[in-house]
Nanobody, 124 residues
Framework: EVQLVESGGGLVQAGGSLRLSCAAS????????IGWFRQAPGKEREGVSC????????YYADSVTGRFTISSDNAKNTVYLQMNSLKPEDTAVYYC?????????????????WGQGTQVTVSS
């Protein structure tokens, strides 16, 4: 089973950028879809973006389309989430997760392996 570790969170002003990393160990990303999710205080966890290792397809929530970019570096076994034009409403704990049944931003149940999360705080 793949183990995931997120990094790259922090405090940034509105309009700024951050790049989150999701590093895998125990297995490669081959055969997995890797998703980024976030959870703000008092809110449900929501899907942000996902990349499929089978064909490289990428998916984005409407709220981040055009601002966030997901990518993968297979040599480093790492998936990235580049976040630009950050807004205060992007403030949340961001998690990456692995799913061996394809990408989904609406159904979190298939994602069996989760990282510990990294905090992103965007100040206004």
């Amino acid at each position: 089973e793949v183990q995931l570790v997120e990094s790259g969170g922090g405090l940034v002003q509105a309009g700024g950028s951050l790049r989150l990393s999701c590093a895998a160990s125990g297995s490669t990303f081959d055969g997995y879809a890797i998703g980024w999710f976030r959870q703000a205080p008092g809110k449900e966890r929501e899907g942000v973006s996902c990349i499929s290792s089978s064909d490289g397809s990428t998916y984005y929530a409407d709220s981040v389309t055009g601002r966030f970019t997901i990518s993968s570096d297979n040599a480093k076994n790492t998936v990235y989430l580049q976040m630009n034009s950050l807004k205060p409403e992007d403030t949340a704990v961001y998690y990456c997760a692995a799913n061996d049944d394809g990408c989904s931003l609406s159904d979190l149940n298939p994602f069996a392996s989760w990282g510990q999360g990294t905090q992103v705080t965007v100040s206004s």
